[in-house]
């Protein structure tokens, strides 16, 4: 996109935030980087270039414009609709893999040299891993500093910081202004505070449109009874982080989605970002998927009744796969209870002062361990749900950011009890693949019988091909026609 000058320029001109986050806009004359959506007068096209990421703007010299604030904006769609290793590796340095593991753990997840992930990443970013993890430890430190009384010193080593002075350092040279100027600037002095200890709230920015009722209607209906709930009109749930454990309350509004997140450990907020906005889809470009989408005039209504559905994913792709388990052929209510039965036995007891979540969803490791006979599930399932248990703890089988979608899936189907429909709702809803399809669904045929579409899954699959790569979506257009709780938001 950001090589196609006169389309840049177009979406400058009209201030277009659909292409916020796909490119930035740098500009010569004044030495800052922008947004395409930035409020104020667009320079002149000959004063303007382009670049892919905010790493590449910094690393040409530009410093991050104090209107529009590009650092912030919605990532780049591309990252969630590919699996290549590009992709795959932005997808773990928006995990924090970088600041845990350097460079060379990233490269050794990816099967590549770390010259080789440099190579590709320079090509087609215009920076590298340091530099792309930099940035991203900028803007947890900047969150941190506008949102929490932390000292400096605790901010910088929060945000994955070395040392105090590179953090002045990049702080400084990313936003033109220091740790201090920045917080006054926000409006917080050294004494205040937050609600709560270790809380901090944000906002979370998402491409328009987006519908929330059967995102958060999915997540609401489907929520493990100690690890998830619906509380005060927002989703609310814990999180296993690399660091300590978290909770999560997200509420939709209508041009951003409000987070209220409280950690044990501070280091774990570019993670917990990064995973709620995996949950809740929010990189899409739904501009992209409903125009393939209306391209069908069967679908078309559908997606003109309520555009902008995401597909509701997950903050741990070997829980969901685990649920995924529990939940074959049978309802919701049961799956649900399934599921907190081996929560409340195995999951870790966490303290929720301000609802209802008791514990973390317990882990391959933990779960490794238990004892089929206690599981009121059919011998076959069980079978099924000690394999995948077992594979996921002794790493036979990954699920996780950097998957590779069809090796994953292979995998997957080797496994026993593991159709199709288990294995593509988990690639959909885990994994995060857009052209995921379950044309076996039993919800799915309904709605396409209704529609006038074919209900048998090979004709249906044949048909979806031009729906692709954005089935997973038509899937959530589909259910959508159903009454099912899922698809509507909870009072």
Not at 415 to 435: I, Q, S
Not at 437 to 455: E, I, N, S, T
Request: charged share 25%; aromatic share 6%.
């Amino acid at each position: 996109m950001h090589t196609d000058t006169e389309r840049c320029v177009r979406a400058v001109r009209s201030k277009d935030a659909r292409f916020d986050g796909v490119f930035f806009t740098a500009v010569r004359t004044t030495g800052i980087y922008c947004r395409p959506s930035c409020p104020v007068v667009p320079p002149k096209a000959e004063n303007m270039e382009f670049h892919p990421s905010a790493a590449a703007c910094q690393r040409a010299g530009f410093r991050a414009c104090k209107r529009c604030r590009p650092d912030t904006s919605p990532g780049s769609p591309a990252w969630n609709a590919r699996a290549d290793a590009v992709a795959r590796a932005m997808r773990l340095i928006q995990d924090g893999v970088v600041d845990r593991e350097g460079v060379p753990g990233l490269a050794a997840r990816l099967g590549y040299s770390a010259r080789q992930i440099e190579r590709q990443l320079l090509a087609e970013l215009g920076a590298g891993p340091l530099a792309l993890a930099r940035t991203q430890r900028a803007q947890t430190a900047r969150l941190l500093i506008e949102t929490t009384p932390l000292p400096m010193a605790e901010i910088a080593f929060a945000a994955g910081f070395s040392s105090i002075r590179t953090f002045n350092d990049t702080v400084r040279e990313v936003f033109a202004l220091t740790p201090g100027e920045l917080r006054a600037r926000a409006g917080r002095g050294p004494a205040a505070g937050p609600p709560a200890p270790g809380v901090i709230t944000l906002r979370l920015p998402f491409r328009a449109p987006l519908a929330p009722s059967n995102l958060f209607g999915h997540l609401a209906a489907t929520a493990v009874p100690g690890v998830e709930e619906w509380r005060d009109g927002a989703y609310r749930r814990t999180l296993s982080l690399p660091y300590g454990h978290g909770i999560v309350a997200l509420a939709p509004r209508p041009d951003h989605i409000a987070c209220r997140l409280s950690l044990t450990d501070p280091r774990d907020l570019t993670v917990a970002i990064s995973r709620c906005r995996r949950l809740l889809d929010l990189d899409a470009d739904p501009v992209a998927v409903d125009e393939r989408l209306r391209a069908d005039p069967l679908l078309a209504p559908l997606v003109d009744q309520e555009p902008g559905r995401r597909v509701p994913r997950t903050v741990d792709a070997a829980e969901f796969a685990v649920r995924a388990v529990l939940g074959q052929q049978v309802s919701t209510a049961a799956a649900r209870t399934h599921a907190g039965r081996l929560v409340a036995a195995y999951g870790t007891p966490v303290d929720d002062p301000e609802g209802g979540l008791t514990h973390l969803f317990p882990g391959p490791e933990a779960l490794a361990g238990l004892d089929p006979e206690t599981l009121a599930l059919p011998r076959s399932r069980r079978t099924t749900l000690l394999t995948l248990v077992g594979a996921l703890a002794d790493g036979s089988l990954r699920l996780d950011v950097d998957s590779d979608w069809e090796e994953a899936r292979a995998r997957l189907a080797a496994l026993p009890g593991f159709g199709p429909w288990t294995t593509e709702v988990v690639a959909m809803r885990a994994l995060g693949d857009p052209d995921a399809f379950l044309p076996g669904d039993l919800g799915v045929r309904r709605a396409a019988q209704g529609l006038g579409l074919p209900a048998t899954p090979a004709a249906l699959t044949a048909r979806a091909a031009q729906w692709r790569p954005w089935r997973a979506y038509a899937v959530q257009y589909l259910w959508a026609t159903d009454s099912h709780p899922i698809n509507h938001l909870p009072r």
